[in-house]
């Protein structure tokens, strides 16, 4: 084995696999594997290309199947012909077929932090400039804390699709995430918090906007009350039209072919 796939692609590809599904595995690209056939149709693999190895480990470790390690020598075949391997190539294709598999470190948890580092910054702004580290924060964070809660919020709702669209087709099982989110959330209760959310931001929005015509269309002196309310307002529309595209999402179907 080349020097950069020993020590470079092999452990970092391995690592990862390991942070995102918890195999606890040494080689995730070890050719040599012996399954069950319960096991191989539990798995359900799909893939056809070099992803079959990683995608095996994967639905092995999402199913908690029982995963062994036996030491193994490797020896050269002889053959003289050119390695069929590319490197960078090859690499990221397992690297975005585990990304793939895995919707909340794609998408959740970077959603999660953009959204709360945004939002906090509105909030702690909303009321006026603050001083950090010796110089006036003001409404320009502010905006950029706006673009942090539109755009961590957008990120998790297409990690919810991308969790949903995964399981449908039996990229990873189900598990208890989505059994809890359906059983808590539905259409009705989704249309009811964002329109709530959208209310509030009209209802500062329009608060501002008179405040305008009370200083006779002067220099507009409220932008910190004007981002809070479009921001809010933005999110409620997300929210609102989420519910009905989810609630298609979780509609149960029957097979009546068969």
């Not at 209760?189 to 329009?206: E, K, Q, S």
């Not at 405040?211 to 307002?233: C, K």
Request: positive net charge; hydrophobic residues 50%; proline residues 4%.
């Amino acid at each position: 084995m080349p020097w950069l796939h020993r020590y470079v692609g092999n452990p970092i590809l391995t690592g990862i696999l390991n942070i995102f599904f918890r195999s606890g595995i040494s080689d995730a690209h070890c050719g040599m594997r012996a399954f069950t056939k319960t096991a191989y149709q539990k798995m359900a693999l799909q893939t056809a290309g070099m992803e079959f190895a990683s995608e095996m480990v994967i639905k092995a470790a999402l199913l908690d199947l029982k995963i062994t390690e036996i030491p193994i020598t490797l020896y050269p075949d002889g053959r003289s012909g050119a390695p069929h391997l590319r490197s960078f190539r090859d690499g990221w294709r397992h690297l975005r077929f585990m990304l793939l598999h895995s919707p909340s470190y794609l998408y959740l948890w970077p959603g999660f932090f953009l959204f709360i580092t945004g939002l906090a910054a509105m909030i702690l702004l909303l009321p006026g400039p603050i001083k950090l580290g010796g110089r006036l924060v003001d409404a320009h964070i502010m905006v950029l804390g706006s673009l942090f809660t539109i755009l961590g919020y957008q990120i998790i709702l297409l990690g919810i699709y991308a969790r949903i669209y995964a399981v449908t087709q039996n990229f990873i099982p189900q598990g208890e995430f989505l059994n809890k989110m359906f059983r808590i959330f539905n259409l009705e209760r989704g249309l009811a918090v964002g329109f709530a959310i959208f209310l509030a931001g009209l209802f500062l929005g329009v608060y501002t906007f008179i405040q305008w015509i009370h200083s006779n269309f002067g220099p507009f002196s409220e932008v910190r009350f004007a981002l809070f309310a479009s921001t809010l307002m933005i999110i409620g529309a997300q929210t609102v039209f989420s519910s009905f595209f989810l609630s298609m999402l979780g509609i149960e179907r029957q097979d009546r072919q068969s």
